[in-house]
């Protein structure tokens, strides 16, 4: 049964952009205390990007500045804005909803930048 659901993911050009999008069943979503964005590129271990939650927005020093988190309650949905991208932001990405009982994973989306 898949609960989280990536999209948006591909290729681009270093300096461009990508939205990647994360829809989650309703009760996932309306029982998480906060969504977030990890990624893991190859041979490394998977490192936490960002966080939404009730405290606000909170970003990995290597994102800041140029990707944004952000959700639709509406949607069931969360967001992962990327601008200026670079080669090093090369990775799959998975999106993670935290409820008080245990986490919950999507799938994950490959993001590639690359000229």
């Known amino acids: 049964q898949v609960q989280l659901v990536e999209s948006g993911g591909g290729l681009v050009q270093p300096g461009g952009s990508l939205r990647l999008s994360c829809a989650a069943s309703g009760s996932i979503f309306s029982s998480a205390n906060a969504m977030g964005w990890y990624r893991q590129a190859p041979g490394k271990q998977r490192e936490w990007v960002a966080t939404?939650?009730?405290?606000?927005?909170f970003y990995a020093d290597s994102v800041k500045g140029r990707f944004t988190i952000s959700r639709d309650n509406a949607k069931n949905s969360v967001y992962l804005q990327m601008n200026s991208l670079k080669p090093e932001d090369t990775a799959v990405y998975y999106c993670?909803?935290?409820?008080?009982?245990?986490?919950?994973w999507g799938q994950g989306i490959q993001v590639t930048v690359s000229s």
């Open positions: 939404i939650s009730i405290g606000g927005t």
């Open positions: 993670k909803a935290q409820s008080s009982i245990r986490p919950y």
